[in-house]
């Protein structure tokens, strides 16, 4: 994947019924039902994500994108600036799979492979902006993700109601 297919972006069709969300509270995670359809990207969304990758890209980030002929289906981004944690990590800046192509393990292999590359980049952890879903937060804790008790203050400052979450490398 190179810088110029990041205006694929919004062929990853981002497609989910929500029906529960986590709150992070007391420092533990707690499901409430709240159910809401994403149709898609929000107005504006793919445009933000693709310029934010673009300077990702500048800056030397990796990227991983999976196709189906000449359609974007997943998009894996792990940013190249070390975090300022008490162990070396890196961002896992995007992961995104299609609707129609989930399920079928191609985000357990790029979550893999940014790992690989995390670890071949010196760091020692990925850290995770996760979005509050019940899906995302359950497929980051099934592969051994952790809750994050102190997150980078600039992630928490962007995203500050995700589930912030780390993977020990090795």
Known sequence: MIGADLALLDQIDRRELIEQLYLLEDGKLKLYEERFDMAGWPPGEAQHNAEVLAACFERGGWFHGVFDGEMLVALAVLDSVLLQTERPALQLKFLHVSHDYRGGGIAGRLFRLACAQASAMGAQEIHIS?????????????????????????LLRLEPEDIHLRYRLG
């Open 130 to 154: 996760a979005t509050p879903s019940r899906n995302t937060v359950d497929f980051y804790l099934s592969l051994g993700c952790t809750l994050l008790a102190s997150p980078d203050p600039e």
